[in-house]
């Protein structure tokens, strides 16, 4: 189990952004999210945290997917 | 058909004397004011205690200059193009969002090393680190050609967008190759330059092994690269980008656009001697087709920025160079080389020293070699040397900028003053 703070917070450094504040429909790309970028990111989050992502599991495309990406990997055992 | 003049409507630097910026104007100010960007440099990640004297552009932020997430999925290399192309495409006033009818406007930029960080962190990690999965951007961030399409696809710019790899003249040659497609018709607008980010351990060994790099420590590190000195040991690794948006004559004209200079000509040639041996008939070869080319004779010509890296048979063999082409009137014309202060960031020197070229016509003002006038090496006498400090408030009319590489490829570009 990893600590949720510390994912969100992670990714919210490394993409630039608020992801609290911010709309759930928000389209990712609309936030200079593309998808270079998320690949790169999901990279990180498992090198950081330890977890595997599933590689099946389609991208995120929105904020509101992002937020529940990051609380599958809170809640997944490194 | 008369052949379309190129103006030069926008520049942008980043460098060892101005890393907190982007801006052309502050680059050419510490130029001037024969401030040394050099000091000793220990790079991330080296196995064991290791520093060079380098070129490092400290203070660069890409977060700050590019934004995240994008910076992140860019080569140092690139953030240093892209933010100096952006700086470049400001300061000529054109629009930033992707405008329709960009489908012809192009970009020619150079590169030596491209992703070499990029390449040295993937090797890191797999040779060393034994991981079985690289960072998934590795290719993308690393390819040579990254930063030309970072260019191009943050303005919108759908014709030509090519990449050249040609050591030390890498971004000369882009130049002179946009130059050429401004004047054909082909293009009315190109963002030209070039951009290298060297400093990996590895790499720096590599130069080491050469034995061409200049011996330093903290003290002594801002004044290791002494071009056409008695005193000169080798020349300075560095990092940088410069742009250049060049732009056909009559167009600038009509937008009302600040005209620096005129790129006038460019001449190219190959040594067919050596691959690292300098040759002074395979560079005076290029200086005299960049001269035809802008229709210039040596009487006309004010100033020349030297490739000059400061090696001991390299500075020599281009004065000797220099010196057949402009015959009489050799003694006359200015002669510094700007590495002694940005050190020399490989592919992207010829952007570095083209804008170094067009701002002394622009500002009538010639920065220095860095050094003592009176450390001038005898085998590098009979030029005008500008060294010590800056010779300003004499307008100048023409100036060429040099770029001789390894391989034996050499690159001239021609300057004119604007008026």
Redesign the interface.
């Known amino acids: 189990m990893q600590d949720l703070a510390s994912v969100y917070s992670f990714v919210e450094e ?4 608020d992801l609290k504040r911010a709309d759930a429909a928000a389209e990712l790309a609309g936030l ?3 998808s ?2 998320l ?3 999901m ?2 989050i498992e090198e950081k945290f330890g977890v595997a992502i599933d590689q099946d599991t389609p991208p995120p495309k929105n904020v509101g997917e992002l937020a529940a990406t990051i609380e599958r990997i809170a809640a997944a055992k490194p | 058909m008369t052949a379309r003049r190129v103006a030069v409507t926008g520049l942008g630097v980043v460098s060892p004397v101005n890393p907190g910026d982007a801006a052309a104007g502050t680059f050419f100010d510490a130029l001037l004011a024969g401030r040394s960007g050099l000091r000793l440099y220990a790079p991330p990640a080296s196995p064991r205690p290791f520093a060079v004297p380098a070129g490092v552009c400290a203070g660069f932020d890409a ?1 700050a200059a590019l ?4 910076a ?2 860019m080569d140092r290399y690139s953030q240093l193009g892209v933010t100096a192309g952006l700086a470049a495409w400001r300061d000529a006033g054109l629009a930033e969002a992707r405008d329709a009818g960009r489908d012809d406007w192009g970009v020619a930029w150079g590169t030596s090393l491209g992703g070499a960080l990029t390449f040295e962190r993937g090797y890191r990690d797999t040779y060393v680190g034994g991981r079985d ?1 690289l ?3 590795t290719v ?1 961030q690393a390819m040579t050609n990254a930063c030309a399409s970072h260019l191009a696809l943050g303005f919108g710019l759908g014709g030509a967008c090519s990449t050249y790899s040609v050591a030390c003249s890498s971004a000369a040659i882009a130049i002179g190759e946009a130059m050429r497609r401004v004047r054909s018709g082909a293009a009315p607008v190109m963002l030209a330059g070039g951009s290298d980010a060297p400093l990996a351990f590895g790499v720096i060994r590599a130069w080491q092994a050469l034995q061409v790099l200049a011996p330093g420590d903290e003290a002594s590190a801002p004044q290791a690269c002494r071009p056409f000195q008695s005193a000169r040991a080798g020349l300075v690794l560095a990092e940088g980008a410069a742009a250049l948006v060049l732009e056909d004559w009559e167009r600038a004209e009509r937008r009302g656009a600040r005209i620096y200079a005129e790129l006038a000509g460019f001449g190219e040639s190959c040594d067919r001697s050596s691959l690292v041996r300098p040759d002074r008939d395979g560079q005076a070869r290029a200086l005299r087709a960049a001269l035809a080319d802008a229709r210039l004779a040596p009487a006309g010509l004010d100033y020349v920025n030297a490739h000059a890296t400061g090696t001991r048979e390299g500075d020599a063999v281009e004065v000797a160079a220099l010196a057949a082409v402009l015959g009489e009137h050799a003694p006359r014309v200015a002669v510094s080389s700007t590495k002694s202060a940005h050190g020399h960031p490989l592919g992207a020197a010829g952007a570095l020293e083209a804008v170094a070229t067009v701002l002394a016509l622009h500002r009538a003002g010639i920065p220095p070699t860095l050094g003592d006038p009176a450390g001038l090496d005898p085998d590098c006498t009979g030029l005008g040397h500008v060294i010590g400090s800056a010779r300003t408030g004499r307008p100048l009319r023409a100036a060429l900028s040099n770029s001789f590489a390894f391989g034996g490829s050499n690159a001239v570009l021609a300057f004119r003053a604007a008026a």
């Open positions: 490394r993409l630039g952004l200079g999210v593309d270079l970028s690949l790169e990111l990279f990180e | 977060d934004g995240k997430p994008r992140g999925t999965r960072a998934p951007l993308v």
